[in-house]
């Protein structure tokens, strides 16, 4: 009995001491009423940087009233925080001797000049100053103000260096969030885009932005992405590649369960079919979810030219997807196992080839894929004035030696080397790079079962992509499972004017996104003889 007492005030005396200590920081978390107090305490938040500036001003009757203008060196327009904000306070007119009559006066005149916020919490002072806010304090007074005043150097809107396209707009996302969202307001110009932000990073405090179309994007798909990014509690996010691994549906995927884009467009186009966009301040990469397998494959050009071409260059992407994949693994396998599939000219031409060479035709393949990866990631690192020409003819020289050396056969050369350039059609990095991982098991089964191992890997390759979610929606769709309503914008693109209705899974709560009868004709005679009549009448 003594014990369960005993217990109980240890308890209490716990959450006494809780509580106090909760009610002493949120009195420390306030701005005090004096001036010095919140000085030291400013300093003492940021460790005294070097681009810390803080400036005492006196204003008012005889300088009785004492202000700090708080800003942080390099993130702010020097030039408006000297017209907008400093210029304001010394300007407070000189019958003001009282701190709060003078405060009042400051606040109307700031919120003439630029955004202007008012905050009681030094936390949130702190917060706006490290963002690019300059703050302002008054002596006396329990409040501070926080003036937008952002003006740091940034990068210019460019050509998107990743998703280059001969017909279409050639902007590109930036690392500033403010314009990115700018770029969508641009193209989307009514008050049903809607853009939220939030915070991430417990360090870092970086903004991240979601956007959507109200009344057209699930409004089901639209809280889970915000709590995805409310769940991450991490120290900061430096790029958006961090979301994307905090909030995809399956981590241990090869395949991208959400899209990244650098083009206004094509993010304006995902927004119109009810999908989200996720902004990222500091990184020109916008996520989009949900994302199927038929997007990657699918570029903003292909809704540029017209239907039949766009449709053409898809069916070709498509096509250089799975020669990507498998042709490797088909040599292989042929070579190795079922050369009586080939001709008996072919047959004895590769066997010429081959003569000589020390490895089986696996190790040959693995071999020259590895040379080959090692190549592109090489050029891809090397200076850009350098790299191409390097990667260029280090192939050359070394497929040529290759050769010469008895190490590869030509045939085995040109296999790798048609795969390296068909992989390089897939319009998107994350899937072409997941391919080229899967590319060396594909040969691995090849070599061990021939013909028998690549069916059994692509149908576990089937599996696993039906399995696969992106936000609820079937990473197949419209595929599988089968929307025929979704088909004409999947592996073939239908006319403009018949793509009257969006996605199923994404848009159904506003399915209709144009009117019907759309599509041009030619004028019927009747209508030609009433204009031949009219033309003649105006001619009179």
Known sequence: MLGMLRRLLSRRMRRRQGSGQAETSSVEGRISSKLPVNRERIKAAFGNSADLVL?????????????????MDGLVDKRQVAEAVIEQITDIDLKWDNPRQAYADLKVRLLSASGVEEVDSLDKFITHVAGGHSGVLIDGVEKGLVCDTRGWEQRGIDEPTTEATVRGPKEGFVEALRTNTSLLRRRIMGSQLWIEEMRIGRISRTRVAIAHIAGVANDKIVQEVRDRLRRIDVDAIHESGNIEEYIEDAPFSLFPTTL?????????????????????????????????????????????????????????????FFISLTLPSLYVAVTTFHQEMLPTPLVLSIAAQREGIPFPAVIEALLMEFVFETLREAGVRLPRVVGQAVSIIGALVIGD???????????????????????????????????????????????????????????????????????????????????FSDLKDALLRAPWWALRTRPQFT?????????????????????????????EEGGK
Request: proline residues 7%; aromatic residues 8%; glycine residues 8%.
């Open 260 to 320: 990244r884009t650098e083009r206004p467009d094509k993010v304006t186009g995902a927004l119109l079919e009810g999908r989200v966009a996720i902004l990222t301040d500091g990184t020109p990469f916008v996520l989009i979810v949900p994302a199927t397998f038929t997007m990657f494959l699918t570029s903003t050009e292909d809704y540029y030219e017209r239907y039949f071409i766009g449709s053409a260059l898809r069916l070709l992407r498509v096509a250089s």
């Open 401 to 483: 030696a290759a050769i010469r050396a008895g190490l590869a056969s030509p045939a085995m050369i040109m296999v790798v080397a048609f795969t390296g350039i068909a992989s390089f059609a897939t319009p998107v990095f994350s899937l072409a790079i997941g391919v080229r991982l899967l590319r060396f098991l594909m040969t691995v089964l090849a070599g061990a079962l021939g013909l028998f191992g690549i069916v059994a890997g692509m149908f576990a390759l089937l599996i696993h992509l039906t399995c696969l979610r992106s936000f609820g929606v079937p990473f197949l769709e419209p595929l599988a499972p089968i929307v």
């Open 55 to 71: 400036r005492n001003l006196q204003a008012g009757a005889q300088g009785k009233i004492s202000a700090l203008v708080v800003h």
């Open 507 to 535: 848009g159904k709560k506003a399915p209709t996104r144009q009117a019907p009868g759309l599509r041009p004709r030619p004028p019927s005679p009747e209508e030609e003889e009433v204009h031949h009549l009219v033309g």
